[in-house]
């Protein structure tokens, strides 16, 4: 994934709550993206996904469940990934589910960690982990 304006654009919506646009910005990128990063990016919009079908749509259900798929996708992931911690975002994403008060943000980390490690891990092949 190339680090973009778009990428930005969309933690900064995220950020001020705007899940929506966050799915909308994302979803190009996503669908250009192979490996680690599409997973990192199904990961993102998904959450953002969650949230929205949470806050706008009242509907808890679907938003964790939508939230566990979210789930599965970063689970492939180490635990910074493209400079966010990706275990703070889940479980500020979680608190949310069940407080709406609470407002999670993308936590980045320093810019040195924008480039993810290689890691020995595959990515999962087309049907193994969703």
């Known amino acids: 994934m190339h680090i973009d304006a778009d990428w ?8 001020r709550g705007d899940y929506y646009q966050t799915h909308e910005i994302l979803e190009p990128v996503w669908l250009r993206a192979t490996g680690w990063d599409r997973h990192f990016l199904a ?8 949230l929205h ?7 808890p259900r679907a938003a964790r469940l939508i939230y566990a798929r979210a789930l599965r996708h970063l689970a492939w992931l180490p635990g910074a990934y493209y400079a966010v911690d990706l275990r703070a975002l889940e479980r500020s994403c979680l608190a949310a589910l069940s407080d709406p008060s609470a407002r999670p943000t993308i936590p980045l980390l320093d810019k040195a960690s924008l480039v993810p490690r290689q890691s020995h891990l595959r990515p999962p092949s087309p049907g193994e982990g969703g």
């Not at 930005?8 to 950020?15: I, K, P």
């Not at 990961?43 to 969650?50: C, N």
């Not at 079908?53 to 509907?59: A, L």
Request: charged content about 15%; glycine content about 8%; aromatic content about 8%.
């Open 53 to 59: 079908k949470d806050r706008h749509h009242g509907n």
């Open 43 to 50: 990961g993102i919009i998904q959450l953002a996904s969650a």
């Open 8 to 15: 930005f654009r969309a933690v900064s919506l995220f950020n």
